[in-house]
């Protein structure tokens, strides 16, 4: 059963990188052929796409956060990546990362998440 | 970008009693090549991550309980919980994945 657990710092200061992973385990992201996402969620709010990763390096970010956004995935590791760059306030979520099983956008299954704070 | 929107914000159910939520999405979700609405539906219980309970419209993900369904086409949607049991107490949200980036509704909060 496939299992992901996101990790990062919990604060992160305005202006610079948010830097979060996502341990894929109980299956090998070289091996599969999914989409890795990622999501977030401010509290008490509603679900926003972050972006996603292929397998093979391809990426798709969403159009809102593209020029701040990278997504990578690192198969030695087997894991997936995501760097914000310049953050605000704005950016206080709970951050989660997803598979894709299908390639086509429904997401299952999910992390726990992890908190980001954004505050000097 | 696709707008899904969502009523009503909350409902209440007895015990045993349906509880019907419906999502609306801005344009839509069939894609008439394959016939396919691009639509899937979401629980999250307080604390945890959203578990997918549908998607593809009404196609239930294995493990979930048959007293939830979907059903509906193109624009309208509908997540219908048959007979509510306690453990369904949460918000539920629709996604659609068709175009763009993929969008959520703002959730249904579900209370007995």
């Known amino acids: 059963q496939v299992h992901l657990q996101e990790s990062g710092p919990g604060l992160v200061k305005p202006s610079q990188t948010l830097s979060l992973t996502c341990a894929v385990s109980g299956a090998s992201i070289s091996s599969g052929d999914y989409f890795w996402s990622w999501i977030r969620q401010p509290a008490g709010k509603g679900l926003e796409l972050i972006g996603r990763v292929y397998t093979g390096g391809r990426t798709y970010y969403n159009p809102s956060l593209k020029s701040r956004l990278s997504i990578s995935v690192d198969t030695s590791k087997n894991q997936v990546s995501l760097q914000l760059t310049s953050v605000t306030a704005a950016d206080t979520a709970m951050y989660f990362c997803?598979?894709?099983?299908?390639?086509?956008?429904?997401?299952?299954?999910w992390g726990q998440g992890v908190l980001v704070t954004v505050s000097s | 970008d696709i707008v899904m929107t969502q009523s009503p914000d909350s409902l209440a159910v007895s015990l045993g009693e349906r509880a019907t939520i419906n999502c609306k999405s801005s344009q839509s979700l069939l894609y008439t090549p394959n016939n396919m609405n691009y639509l899937a539906w979401y629980q999250q219980k307080p604390g945890q991550p959203p578990k997918l309970l549908i998607y593809?419209?009404?196609t239930r993900e294995s493990g979930v309980p048959d007293r939830f369904s979907g059903s509906g086409s193109g624009t309208d949607f509908t997540l219908t919980i048959s007979s509510l049991q306690a453990e369904d107490v949460a918000v539920y949200y629709c996604q659609q994945y068709y175009g763009g980036p993929s969008t959520f509704g703002p959730g249904t909060k579900v209370n007995i």
């Open positions: 997803a598979r894709d099983p299908h390639r086509v956008g429904f997401l299952d299954p």
């Open positions: 593809w419209a009404s």
